[in-house]
């Protein structure tokens, strides 16, 4: 699913709200979880999961076209967990 199709499902399920409203609403969203994981805070949605930040150590990477050793600098990357009840969801939907 895309982001658009996320849209377009919240506008069609919800009476009231149009498409450009629940557009608003995803990328408001979108936006505030990546403002908290950027500063370094914990996102956790019950029932759905949770959104966390991960240390990747520096290392010596090798450029595939020409082998030559590439220094990768440390950096944060965003993880998330899901919830025991999307778990749960997503098995007896499997």
């Known amino acids: ?9 919240i506008a069609e399920q919800q009476q009231g709200i149009t498409r ?3 557009e608003v609403v995803v990328n408001t969203i979108f936006s505030v979880i990546g403002d ?7 996102v ?3 029932g759905f999961g949770s959104f966390t930040t991960k240390a ?3 290392r ?3 450029n595939p076209k020409t082998g030559e050793a590439v220094e990768v600098p440390a950096k944060a990357v965003p ?6 009840e999307l778990r749960e969801r997503v098995d007896q939907a499997g």
């Not at 699913?1 to 499902?9: A, G, P, Y």
């Open 36 to 42: 908290a994981l950027a500063a370094g805070d914990h």
């Open 44 to 46: 956790e949605l019950r």
């Open 60 to 62: 010596t990477g090798r």
């Open 56 to 58: 990747r150590q520096a």
């Open 79 to 84: 993880h998330f967990k899901p919830g025991k």
């Open 20 to 22: 450009r409203e629940a």
């Open 1 to 9: 699913m895309t982001k658009s199709e996320l849209v377009e499902m």
